[in-house]
Structures are given as structure tokens and as C-alpha cells.
């Protein structure tokens, strides 16, 4: 049997037996090749596909594996990259025996025997769609991503789901940048009934909603109501229910861990593939404790749902269970993963108290977060009993309204996560005292307020992926790629867990929608992506898809002037650059591309003349620190270079003392010293102690400062490639974490 991760081979093994042989490929073991388009856009978009780096050895096993195999089962992960692993290792191992594909959504030994009991093979169109989507974006990629490296600098990207996105975040900066604040007023009431406080507000003006833009405005409201007396005119009562919320999908699991737990969406995808390929939680070995975590479903099986209800009916009083089930139907574009079940705890008996001392702190506040909503989702409404007054004060309308929670249903249990603009709901709404039309109440203070009306605020985690999620774009299981993209190439930063576009993010948003407005928008982007969810359907051809994007495509491409967009990016203009001579050779300047992006140089740059000048618009002043130089003692002050920030004396040339910044992390091999990042004479970079030569602590990979949850040290180095996936090392104690799988990294 072959499966993708080695923790999941592990846990499966241990239900198969000796009689079964659980491999793993780590990941995608064939791809795209890295250094060449590998793509024949003349012979039917035909793809060439190798090997990955490092993946030589784990097929040479999995083909010697094969050999002295009865039968094969090729039981990767139920979506299209799955399909995809398990249709490149059944085309390399060539097999002679029986070679069957089986689907499993929980790693369980019930639902392991039932796979095994219904093989099936090798699903030809959702591998086209997979192998489509993967064209797409190398195009996309490949013939894009040079404008940014001739234009700005090498190094950059532009993607086809990753640029839209980039370009939803400088749209909101650019709509609050343009925003002009207005002024508004409210008026409230504070009245008593009987001792007990509430708060009426203004409603109507003559029977319109009021448009109090003025201090003076508010004003002539207040000396009009402040001698009138407040007469209860209108009283309505009604109970409103407020139904349980679905059982997670990958989009919404992802949204409510922003919000409740502070998780990044690839912190939520990291601690969920452990959940559900196995953890040790003190039985006879690994077990899987969520269903697959990659699913646009809220649906559940019929067993799953007996299960929960018999849970809830012993555990929690008779008004908690509904008479039949609460059934969730999906969105209409839930279909790339549509066929899976919600994600949902596979054994809804292991509460979360009881694995907890197995699991680490993120695996934990998952599972739980995942148990408590799944268990909410099949429990009864939480009821209200909201009361409105009206105070009918002739031209004035004051409004009091109120709810109490008289039955708090699936509340006792589970309560949804909410952002500021999410607004109010009736659990904000304070209770008001009984009253009946006609009683009059006692009108404590009259208050107008001023407001201003807000901006649209900027998109946080959640709200990003709910945006991209209800518009379209890309897949919930993408997400996560695309949004740590973003801030690895420093396209955006996050401060207050919010989105800001930095200025490289600006302009290259800006470049790639000028000369791309036709493929980096939100409609075709989402089309994209129902043409994919077709070929899956096998009502479009892999091929006629890719031929109708890139006719278009390419026509933009060709339609590109260079130069035109360089000076466009850096405040240039094309007829004052054509004027322009070298000021020590008077000969023609023009543009050039080099290693650090475009410059300007004297057409007889490197053969009789030397001049060049940067491009960079705004020299980055020097910053001045309490650091001392060590080898004259004088000030030292931050610098930026070509290689980014660094400290140096303050009395250059005379005093040439230069070193890196420290990271604020401790070394963790002697007591004094901290890290920084140092280069060779090369300009490979690597991460060292400051007391270097002293001590002689070095690493090759970036150390990041988070904790490491076996020792506590903070500072781990941070390990990423295809063929191992990414992981975290502790510095001082070797401790390891998986942080995303060699198939999630080839996917990002």
C-alpha cells in the first residue's frame, strides 16, 4: 500500500499487519522540471515531467517494494493532488500485478477494512484537472515572473490565484487611503423603568432615518425631545432562534481558528495534517482523530451523525437534541473536494480533555475547537426573547431594543468566533425591563454623539479567506500557500494580525494588473476555476482549456514594453530617459536589467566608460544605534545595502568595521553571544554567533523565532525543500517538527 506521509504509513500499518508492506512517497515524487518551462505549448500543452530532487532513491525503493508485491493499492489523499501522486507512481512502477486505487476520509481501521473491500481505479479526469491547474500556474509563473525581475528585481513572483489576491489587499488600501471621513451624530436616552437602565436611540426624523450631520443638527433634536415625556407607543415581542453553524470545512475551519485561537491559516493546516494522519493518544498506537482536513463539504455520513446524537443524548439533557437531524447542504461552487465529508473528530467518544495529554498545544486547541463544533452542529438552536420599544415622541422616534438568552441550546457547548466589523449580534444586545404602551419612563440624560463614518477595514486572515472563498478564487486547500507567499516575498506584512501592502507589493500589483487586466481579475480567476471543476466533470477537455487561456495570454506578453513599464515603475519618463547623456562621456543612456533589478548605464558601459546609476528612488537614511564598533569603539548606525540592512562605524573610511544585525536570538551554544545572519566569500548566506571567531556556532539554515515545545528555547532553524517538506529544528535541543509536507511545499 502507498501512501504519501510516513506518519500516515505508520499509523495504517500498524491496522493492516504483517500481511501488508505501507510505503510512503514523501510527497509528489514527479513534477514539472524547475529550470525550464517544461511545458510543449506547440504539441498539446504536452507536459515534461522528472523526478524530483531527492525523490530518486524513495521510487528506486517503492519499484523494489513493488516487485515482491501480490497486489498494489495506491491509497493517497482523496482530492486531485492525490490523484495526481497516484496516478505518477502507477506510471513508474509499471506494476504486472493487480494495482488498485482505494479512498479513505478518516484513517481508522473501520474505514481502512471498507476501502480495501471496494478498490477502484485511477480517476483519468480528476488527474487532468490536476495536471491543467499545474500547467496553468507554470505558464502563469514562467512567462510573468521575468517582467517583475526586469522591472523591479530577481527574486520576485507572479502567480495566477497569488497576484489576485495581492491585488484584493491594494484595492482595500487604496479604497481606505481614498476615503473621506463624514460626519455624523447619534442620540441615545438614557431611561429607567422601576430602577433597572436602558438606553433609546434615535430612530426617525419625521419618519426617515435620521441625517444628523452637524453638532447644531444634533442639538435641535435634543432641545426638541428633552421636555417631552417618554410614552411607551409600541411594544413587539417575538423569539428569534439562532441555529447551530455547520461542521467545519477547510475554509471555515480555517477562518474560525483566526479567529479564536490566533492561528495563520498554514499554523491551522500543519496542526490538522497531524490530527488526522495519527497521533499516539495512549491506546494500541496512532490513530487518526479528524476526518480529511482538504474539503468544501459540510456534509456528514449517517453513522457519524447516529454516533453524535447518541453522544448528545447522554450527555446532555433532552432539550439539546433535536428530533431529526440538522442537516448542511454545500455552496455551489463547493466542488473540487465536494465529495468528502465535513471535518469532524472520527471517534466523537474521545473528548478533548481526554487526548489533551497526548497532543501538543496547537494539535489540542484544534481538536478541540473541530470536537466542540461538530457536537454543536447537532444540537438545538439557541432561543431569544427580543423585545423592541418604540417612544412615538411626535417628529422623533426613539427605539430601545433588548434580548435575553432564555435557552442557550448549542451555546453551552460552542460559540462562533466574531471580528469588530462583524457587527452586533443579539448576545450584545442588553435586556430591557418589562414594560407595556402606555407607561411612561424616566429620562435620566439625553447624550448626542459625534461619529465619523469608518473606512472598509483591511482584510485580516479570516476575512481574507472568507473573501477569497465566497468570490471564487483559488481552493480553501490553497490558501494557506497563497497567503504565506505573500509575505515570504514580501509583498504584504501583517501588523495587529491585519494586512498592509508594502511597496514592492504595491508595484508589482501594479504592473502585472496594468499589463494583465484580463488575467489577474477576479472573474476570470473564478472561472478558472469552474473550467477546472468541468474537466474533473468530463465536460471540458485538459487541453481546449489551456488553448483558450493562452492565446490571450500570450498576446499580453508580446504586447509588453519593457522599457515602457521600468520607467513607468520608477517615475521615469520614456522621452526625458531618451534625452539623457552619461555625464562623463556624453554618450547615449540606456536601461539595463541586472542581478539587483533594472539600472541605467552609459552605452559604453564595461567597454570604454564606467558610469551606472541605481534606480532606487529613495536612499534609506542611516539609523543610529547603542552599538559599538569593535575594532575602534566608535558609534555604529544601520545601513542598508545590496544584501539588505547591516551595522557599520560611524567614522568610515577611516574605520572600515562592519558586521550584520542581530536577530534577537541567543546562541545557543555560548552564554553571551547572539545570532546574526553572516555571508561567505561567495555570498552564500548562513546564520552564525556574533562572538565568532569565540565561539563557532554556525547553520545553513535560518533560524526563526519561535519556541521550541520540548525545551522552551526560543529559536528554531527553519528546513524547507520538495523533497522533505518543511520542518522546524530546535537549536539547542534538536527537537523536530513537521510543518508541512513535501507535497504541500511542490504544491506552494
Partial sequence: MIVESPTKAKTIGKYLGSGYDVRAT?????????????????????????????????????????????????????????????????????????????????????????????????????????????????????????????????????????????????EREREIRAFTPQEYWTIEALCAKDGQTFEAALAKVGGHKPQLHTEADARTVVDGVRPRPFIVSKVERRNRKKNPGAPFTTSTLQQEAAKKLGFSSRRTMRAAQDLYEGMDVGGDGPVGLITYMRTDSPQV?????????????????????????????????????GAHEAIRPTDVSLRPEDVQPHLESDQYRLYQLIWQRFVASQ??????????????????????????????????????????????TMDDLPPIPPLVVGDRVEVREITPSQHFTEPPPRFSEASLVKELERLGIGRPSTYSAIISTLSAREYVRVDQRRFFPTDLGETVEKIMIGKFPDIFNVEFTSEMEDELDRIEDGELKWQRVLKDFYGPFVKALNAVDLNALVADAHGLKPEELAKERCPKCGSPIELRTGRFGPYLACIKYKEACDYVKSLKRNKVPD??????????????????????????????????????????????????????????????????????????????????????????????????????????????????????????????
Fill in 26 to 170: 514523501v510527497g509528489h515524487l514527479r513534477d514539472l522540471p524547475t529550470r525550464e518551462l517544461g511545458v510543449d505549448v506547440d504539441n498539446g500543452f504536452e507536459p515534461k515531467y522528472v523526478t524530483i530532487k531527492g525523490k530518486t532513491k524513495t521510487l528506486s525503493e517503492l519499484k523494489k517494494a513493488a516487485k515482491g508485491a501480490s497486489v498494489i493499492y495506491l491509497a493517497t489523499d482523496p482530492d486531485r493532488e492525490g490523484e495526481a501522486i497516484a496516478w505518477h507512481v502507477a506510471d513508474q512502477l509499471k506494476a504486472l500485478v493487480p494495482t488498485h486505487r482505494i479512498l479513505f476520509h478518516e484513517i481508522t481501521k473501520a474505514a481502512i477494512q471498507e476501502a480495501l473491500k471496494d478498490p477502484g481505479q485511477i480517476d483519468d479526469r480528476k488527474v487532468d484537472a490536476q495536471q491543467a491547474r499545474r500547467i496553468l500556474d507554470r505558464l502563469v509563473g514562467y512567462k510573468a515572473s521575468p517582467i517583475l525581475w526586469k522591472s523591479i528585481k530577481t527574486g520576485l513572483s507572479a502567480g495566477r490565484v497569488q497576484t489576485v489576491a495581492l491585488r484584493l489587499i491594494v
Fill in 301 to 337: 455520513s449517517d453513522t457519524a451523525i447516529a454516533s453524535v446524537r447518541g453522544f448528545i443524548k447522554k450527555n446532555y439533557a433532552k432539550p439539546y437534541l433535536p428530533e431529526e437531524p440538522n442537516r448542511y447542504s454545500a455552496k455551489k461552487n463547493a466542488r473540487a473536494q
Fill in 379 to 424: 444540537m438545538t438552536p439557541a432561543v431569544y426573547d427580543m423585545t423592541i420599544v418604540d417612544f412615538d415622541l411626535g417628529e422623533y422616534l426613539f427605539r430601545a431594543s433588548g434580548s435575553v438568552l432564555v435557552f442557550d441550546g448549542y451555546h453551552v457547548l460552542y460559540t462562533e468566533g466574531r471580528e469588530k466589523e462583524e457587527g452586533k
Fill in 623 to 748: 539609523r543610529p544605534t547603542d552599538e559599538k564598533c569593535h575594532l575602534c569603539g566608535s558609534a555604529m548606525v544601520i545601513k542598508t545595502g545590496r544584501f539588505g540592512e547591516f551595522l557599520a562605524c560611524t567614522t568610515y573610511p577611516k574605520c572600515k568595521g562592519t558586521r550584520s544585525l542581530p536577530m534577537g536570538l541567543k546562541c545557543p551554544k555560548c552564554p553571551d553571544g547572539d545570532l546574526t545572519e553572516r555571508r561567505t566569500k561567495r555570498g552564500k548566506s548562513f546564520w552564525g554567533c556574533l562572538r565568532y571567531p569565540a565561539c563557532d556556532f554556525s547553520t545553513w539554515n535560518r533560524p526563526v523565532p519561535e519556541t521550541c515545545p520540548s525545551c522552551g528555547w526560543l529559536g528554531m532553524e527553519k528546513k524547507i525543500s520538495k523533497a522533505d517538506g518543511e520542518s522546524r529544528t530546535c537549536l539547542k535541543c534538536g527537537h523536530r517538527i513537521v510543518v508541512a509536507e513535501p507535497g504541500e511545499v511542490a504544491l506552494a
